[in-house]
Nanobody
Framework: QVQLVESGGGVVQPGGSLTLSCRAS????????RGWFRQAPGKEREFVAV????????DFAESVKGRFIISRDNAKNTAYLQMNSLKPEDTAVYYC????????????????????WGQGTQVTVSL
């Protein structure tokens, strides 16, 4: 069992930066891939980024590629999403999730493949 708690959300102006954190508790933290998803009002929850168990492989949605960075510190049981050059369309509730490790390709793009989810943290990009 893994419990995930996100933090770091807030209000930021366009062009600004925020870093989200996702702290995990439970014995399986280091054995999971960690993903970030987001959900804007009236829209489906969508994949944002994923990092593998060791932190050596990452993948991003096209809409955030080159602007967002995902990382993890397994010693702290924490994953991070550094968001730069934020745009109003990045406004959403951001969720951290954990999935079984060892898959590749577009496996981690699908919400159904994640076993554990955090409660979400709001990010608002506005003047």
């Amino acid at each position: 069992q893994v419990q995930l708690v996100e933090s770091g959300g807030g209000v930021v102006q366009p062009g600004g930066s925020l870093t989200l954190s996702c702290r995990a508790s439970g014995s399986t933290n280091s054995n999971t891939a960690r993903g970030w998803f987001r959900q804007a009002p009236g829209k489906e929850r969508e994949f944002v980024a994923v990092i593998n168990r060791s932190g050596t492989t990452t993948d991003f949605a096209e809409s955030v590629k080159g602007r967002f960075i995902i990382s993890r510190d397994n010693a702290k049981n924490t994953a991070y999403l550094q968001m730069n050059s934020l745009k109003p369309e990045d406004t959403a509730v951001y969720y951290c999730a954990a999935a079984p490790t060892g898959y590749s390709g577009n496996y981690y793009y699908a919400r159904r493949n994640y076993n554990y989810w955090g409660q979400g943290t709001q990010v608002t990009v506005s003047l």
